[in-house]
């Protein structure tokens, strides 16, 4: 370690020469390296307003129970303390038809006059109940087992189908990631095995001198790694400018997605972004070091 230390200076001389040899060429690697990073971190972005709105639908998830012909306010009262006894079962309330008629007068907005054509209140009573998700038919069969209860509406089939659509995003993701990691590596080593053929003699008379292959390779390793860093920084930067002016117009376009916020995710993506630059970039590296072994 203490040789390594001493040695550092030489290390970064060598890294910096490696990176000006060539300056067209590892500009190049730069720039496509920051959008293929970029492309990994548009695919963050999704998936974390999409885990988000997944979990909402989670901790929001509802069923309404409707009520027997002649059930009476008290006969329903009983039936919550029931329901809400139910396992997976995290809240139950009784919605009288006022209370019913209020939540679709603020769901219309602006178009609620049109209520006022109806000369009765339209709407019945019925228990608004919120549930675990995973426990949802374990709740439904227990609830449409009860006493007084005609009939259970849920939200299955739109959670299922959100879920579903989310699921398939990941798994798109996930072969962006792979696809992202691979090219990385292939342009990273690539760039390497270049740079080691160019500097073939002075391997070779460091090899003559007795140096191990670890410190020839370290320089190009290191090289390597700011190289693929840099491109992280590119592709960081430009997400964190498109969020910043981009994000806002998001939240008014769907005021109903539950986002997360921008902080959070401008800091969640970019510092991944960070972190997998320098890790495909020391793989990358050590990966094109290998073929020193190979020269002659």
């Known amino acids: ?90 809240n139950a309330a009784y919605i009288n038809q006022n209370e019913a008629k209020a939540q679709m007068e603020d769901m219309l907005g602006n178009e609620s006059d049109i209520l006022g054509l109806f000369d009765e209140n339209p709407f019945e009573a019925y228990l608004d109940i919120r549930i675990n998700l995973d426990d949802m038919d374990q709740v439904l069969s227990n609830v449409r087992g009860l006493a007084g209860i005609d009939y259970v509406r849920d939200n299955r089939s739109v959670l299922e189908q959100m879920k579903g659509m989310m699921d398939g995003l990941k798994v798109l993701g996930l072969l962006v990631i792979l696809a992202v990691g691979i090219t990385t590596l292939i342009i990273i080593s690539h760039m390497i095995r270049q740079g080691i053929y160019n500097n073939k003699n002075q391997i070779n008379t460091l090899r003559l001198l007795g140096a191990p292959n670890g410190f020839i390779g370290f320089p190009f390793v290191l090289a ?37 916020s921008i902080g959070e995710m401008r800091d969640k993506v970019c510092l991944i972004l960070l972190a997998v630059s320098a890790v495909l970039g020391l793989a990358g590296s050590l990966f094109g070091v290998t073929s020193i072994k190979n020269e002659d």
Do not use: H
Request: proline share 3%; glycine share 14%.
């Open 224 to 260: 390597g790694t700011v190289l693929t860093m840099l491109g992280g920084l590119l592709a960081a930067g430009t997400l964190y400018l498109l969020i910043s002016k981009g994000y806002g117009y998001l939240g008014g376009f769907l005021p109903f997605l539950p986002i997360p």
């Open 1 to 90: 370690m203490k040789t390594f230390f001493y040695n550092i200076g030489y290390f970064l001389l060598e890294a910096k020469r490696t990176i000006r040899f060539n300056p067209l060429s590892n500009l190049f690697s730069v720039i496509g390296t920051g959008l293929i990073l970029f492309l990994l971190g548009m695919v963050l972005a999704g998936w974390t307003v999409g885990d988000r709105l997944i979990q909402t639908l989670q901790s929001e998830a509802e069923i309404s129970a409707y009520f027997d012909d002649g059930t009476n306010q008290q006969d329903a009262l009983l039936l919550v303390e029931k329901i809400k006894g139910i396992k997976g079962v995290k």
